[in-house]
């Protein structure tokens, strides 16, 4: 049974930082791609960063390019998502997801056929 629980979400002021983590069980992480969405009040769903499993190749969403980082820690089944300068338009629910190492997702992009899905952390960034 794959679980994926996001923790690290919050309150804070524009400018300021916070650290998503997403603790991953059944399974081991080393071959998954791991990916963070975020959805905001109104918005369709956003791909926001995904980084793939055996080989760590990184995207971000434009508007978070310079600012946030993925990472992950295969030992700890961990992925993070840190989030620096954030601004207003960040807020949203934010979703740790994943999906099987399948060969038909080797050639497709990162976040894409995604199938297990956390059950999301509140941002919430204030002007």
């Known amino acids: 049974q794959v679980q994926l629980v996001e923790s690290g979400g919050g309150f804070v002021q524009a400018g300021e930082s916070l650290r998503l983590s997403c603790a991953a069980s059944?399974?081991?992480?080393?071959?998954?791609?791991m990916a963070w969405f975020r959805q905001a009040p109104g918005k369709e769903r956003q791909g926001v960063a995904c980084s793939s499993g055996i080989e760590d190749k990184i995207q971000y969403l434009d508007s978070v390019k310079g600012r946030f980082k993925i990472s992950r820690d295969n030992a700890k089944n961990m992925v993070y998502l840190e989030m620096n300068n954030l601004k207003p338009e960040d807020t949203a629910v934010y979703y740790c997801?994943?999906?099987?190492?399948?060969?038909?997702?080797?050639?497709?992009?990162?976040?894409?056929?995604?199938?297990?899905w956390g059950k999301g952390s509140q941002v919430t960034v204030s002007s």
């Open positions: 997801a994943t999906r099987v190492p399948r060969v038909e997702n080797v050639n497709t992009g990162c976040l894409l056929n995604m199938q297990f």
């Open positions: 059944g399974f081991t992480l080393d071959y998954y791609a």
